[in-house]
């Protein structure tokens, strides 16, 4: 109820600087292009190549921010209060999505859920029965359901489905020119999903460990991996001692030799259980977010799921071809 009235109030606020500004300033040429903000770098990747020089694309989540401890500001609400198409996840991953929608006029705002059609997975196996309430207190957002949905890249595809239909609807007048970028994004997706089956066909073990909270789940079960980790979907849920020691020997039981951690988030937990087992530390991204220097150079979804290939290679002594 307290996150609610912030976000009205933060609301009438940007409504209020909104108009004021346009009193009291020249009215600027407007663009041509259709403009788009999107949440999470997934969207904000697909919706670029999709839109390309017919659209302007922005990102509402900073570089290097966590999306669980997003607070949507003022400006935040203005500029999706002036685009014309707000594309968004899913309501597991942006509950605050929603709360930005509702406080702003949406007759010319077209509104993509990118998630809208995929079968949502569970946060975690049914037999991790060894997380207590401690592990998964922060994961009520999420209802249990996993909300990564772009690491599976089946996923992904019906992902730029969505995005395309909502620059169709948004802009018909360019709607064969998105579905051609659309379709061409597609094929990318494809033969990144061949690369992973290949290079991931052949692998000493298939034991694929996380010292961090639940993430990949999506891309485990696409390739065919036991995924197991520390916490549960939240990036701020923190594991019980029970929890750690439980991941330590899933360590030493399974005889790996790399536990992965994610970028853009603190290493600590996982160097910790390496410390205790003796591992090496490799890390994937998790690609809900660039840091800055990454997001400045341009880097790209496909782009760092390759290098996340690379390092689930070396990590699970996967043969490459």
């Not at 198409?85 to 993509?112: C, D, H």
């Amino acid at each position: 109820m307290k996150r609610r009235v912030i976000l009205i109030v933060l609301t009438v606020i940007a409504m209020t600087v909104f108009v004021l500004a346009g009193c009291t300033t020249e009215k600027a040429k407007p663009s041509t292009k259709l403009q788009v903000v999107t949440t999470l770098f997934p969207l904000y990747d697909f919706a670029r190549t999709i839109g390309g020089e017919r659209a302007e694309v922005t990102m509402l989540l900073p570089p290097g921010m966590e999306p669980h401890s997003f607070e949507p500001k003022p400006n935040d609400i203005i500029r999706v209060s002036k685009a014309g198409l707000f594309i968004f996840t899913n309501r597991y991953m942006e509950p605050w999505a929603g709360s930005i929608l509702k406080g702003i006029e949406r007759k010319q705002l077209q509104v993509v859920d990118a998630g809208q059609g995929i079968a949502y997975m569970k946060a975690a196996a049914e037999d991790e029965h060894d997380h207590d309430h401690g592990d998964h207190h922060d994961d009520n957002h999420a209802g249990g359901m996993d909300p990564h949905i772009w690491l599976d890249f089946g996923n992904a595809a019906l992902m730029a489905d969505n995005i395309q239909a909502g620059f169709a609807a948004a802009d018909p007048a360019n709607a064969t020119y998105y579905r051609a970028n659309a379709a061409t994004l597609k094929v990318r997706l494809t033969e990144l999903d061949q690369r992973y089956r290949a290079g991931l066909q052949e692998c000493a073990t298939r034991t694929f460990l996380h010292g961090g909270h639940f993430t990949f789940g999506y891309l485990a079960r696409r390739y065919g991996l036991e995924y197991r980790s520390l916490s549960g979907v939240s990036s701020e849920s923190e594991p019980s001692a029970a929890r750690m020691a439980a991941m330590v020997r899933q360590i030493r039981s399974s005889g790996v030799q790399y536990l992965f951690a994610e970028e853009l988030l603190s290493p600590r937990l996982s160097e910790t259980l390496a410390g205790e087992t003796g591992v090496a530390v490799l890390k994937l991204h998790g690609a809900h977010n660039l840091g800055r220097d990454d997001f400045q150079q341009g880097t790209g979804f496909i782009g760092l799921m390759d290098q996340n290939l690379a390092n689930l290679q070396k990590g699970l002594a996967c043969r490459v071809k």
